[in-house]
């Protein structure tokens, strides 16, 4: 079983590393380090340094914006399957407060996104192979991050800031039932372009489909 490690606190709160955390990150950034090149093995590094920053940044968006609505965060923790950031009570009913908070991890995102790509395009970046490399790769794991969160599915950023806004309009129940409906469909769909090899995509898939079933079933029938 893997084990947790506490690697620190920012702004008071406790930020946890899940050690399976870092295997993820090992095998997706392999190659870097299994091509002989001394660059590659350097833009490796870079890179998981940079990944675990990009997610630990968007957890702290939510965190940071949680305290503008009197929320705290009791600790952050980076996981298999990302970040998570455990609020120590719920969240307000307010669907405008639940959007700020949600939505802020993906802002974080969108700045990086935009920084990456700014920064790519500096004197100091051009003409050093590993820096370009590292900074694409940052800038391109980052929209990904932008860009998934913010799928209408749960338990993405997307799909509870969705849920947030037809719990203002629909019946109870319901909410969930479309989310995780929307949820299913998604998954389905990312496991079919995820066929025949794309590894990451079709895990993405599973994990997707898993959680937003759990919701549909515990959500109870239409009514």
Avoid: C
């Avoid at 965060?73 to 307000?92: D, K, M, N, Y």
């Avoid at 790519?120 to 820096?131: A, C, E, N, T």
């Amino acid at each position: 079983m893997f084990s947790q490690v506490e690697l620190g606190r920012i702004a008071g709160i406790p930020v946890v590393l899940d050690m399976m955390f870092v295997l993820i990150l090992i095998l997706f950034s392999y190659p870097y380090f299994t091509s002989g090149d001394t660059q590659d093995m350097s833009a490796g590094l870079v890179i998981i340094a940079g990944i675990m920053l990009s997610i630990l940044l968007h957890e702290l968006g939510h965190a940071l914006a949680g305290r503008l609505f009197g929320v705290r965060v009791t600790h952050i923790a980076l996981t298999a399957l990302g970040g998570v950031a455990q609020f120590e009570r719920s969240l307000p009913k307010s669907a405008f407060a639940r959007s700020i908070i949600y939505l802020a991890g993906p802002a974080a995102n969108l700045f990086l996104w935009l920084g990456f790509g700014a920064l790519s395009q500096q004197d100091v970046v051009i003409g050093r192979p590993m820096l370009d490399l590292s900074i694409l790769v940052l800038a391109n794991v980052n929209l990904f991050l932008l860009i998934f969160n913010l799928l209408p599915a749960f338990p993405l950023d997307g799909g509870h800031t969705l849920n947030a806004w037809l719990d203002v309009v629909l019946k109870p129940g319901w909410p969930v039932k479309v989310v995780a409906g929307l949820g299913l469909v998604i998954a389905v769909l990312l496991a079919i372009s995820a066929l025949p090899a794309n590894f990451w995509r079709l895990l993405l898939a599973v994990f997707l489909f898993q959680v937003n079933w759990e919701y549909w079933q515990r959500a109870g029938r239409w009514r």
